[in-house]
């Protein structure tokens, strides 16, 4: 899910230099690398909002961040890398579906931290310039499914807590109930443009909890084995077609 203002636009410290680097895409935590990391990030998620995915250039992103190029290169390798690595970065934060005590408070919360992020212009940008960037680059399609897989897997505990207090029976997918939750809030905001308020978040909330109730979004039942099971003949003997045994 899109968390409220914490899910793709956090800031964090200014750069310091790494003198060394592994090999490119990949990262060290920790340290000064941590430090790098969190400012190559925030230089992507401003070019991207910028110039979207299109006009982002690693040059860019070495003048913003204060970062050389040579070393993006040699640690990331290019745009694509620098947009996956952003994108795994905002996955790494401390973001956690709400807890409001019951199953339909968690789900109209989830819907409301969703309006109130495309609500606000800046808090909006980098998730709608990361989902732009997925329909150009494959690498950056792939990061942004891991990163909401994650986020979708955090939701897990929002059906746990309802199945405990009886609220729903076992078995619902929480991977479906968060898209379900977030779909129609989404597509306003990214496909038709439409403004987005609280009543469409109390909306998307409540069909998700019908639909939920409903069994819509129940985890398949695993398929029977396709292997048949050796036959035995009964204990006397094979049965001929007079239905006696033996001969």
Do not use: K, N
Request: with cysteine; aromatic share 6%; charged share 25%.
């Amino acid at each position: 899910m899109v968390a409220r203002r914490t899910l793709l636009t956090q800031r964090e410290s200014q750069l310091t230099r790494e003198p060394s680097a592994p090999a490119a895409g990949t990262v060290r935590p920790g340290g000064r690398t941590a430090r790098t990391r969190a400012a190559v990030r925030d230089a992507v998620l401003t070019g991207l909002a910028e110039y979207g995915y299109p006009g982002l250039t690693v040059e860019y992103v070495a003048e913003r961040s204060g970062v050389h190029r040579t070393t993006l290169y040699r640690r990331w390798g290019g745009v694509e890398e620098l947009v996956a690595d952003a994108l795994d970065l905002a996955g790494e934060d401390s973001w956690t579906p709400p807890d409001t005590g019951s199953l339909e408070g968690d789900l109209r919360a989830l819907a409301h931290e969703v309006v109130d992020t495309f609500a606000d212009t800046a808090a909006a940008a980098a998730p709608t310039a990361f989902v732009a960037a997925a329909f150009q680059s494959e690498r950056a399609a792939g990061a942004l499914r891991a990163f909401y897989a994650e986020r979708f897997s955090r939701c897990e505990a929002i059906l746990a807590r309802a199945v405990a207090r009886g609220e729903v029976p076992e078995g619902s997918d929480a991977a479906a109930v968060a898209r379900a939750v977030s779909a129609p809030l989404f597509f306003r905001a990214l496909v038709t443009r439409e403004p987005l308020d609280s009543a469409e978040a109390d909306q998307a909330a409540a069909a998700t909890l019908a639909a939920l109730r409903a069994g819509a979004y129940r985890r398949p039942a695993r398929p029977a084995s396709c292997d048949p099971a050796p036959s035995r003949p009964p204990a006397g003997g094979p049965v001929s077609a007079g239905g006696r045994s033996g001969p």
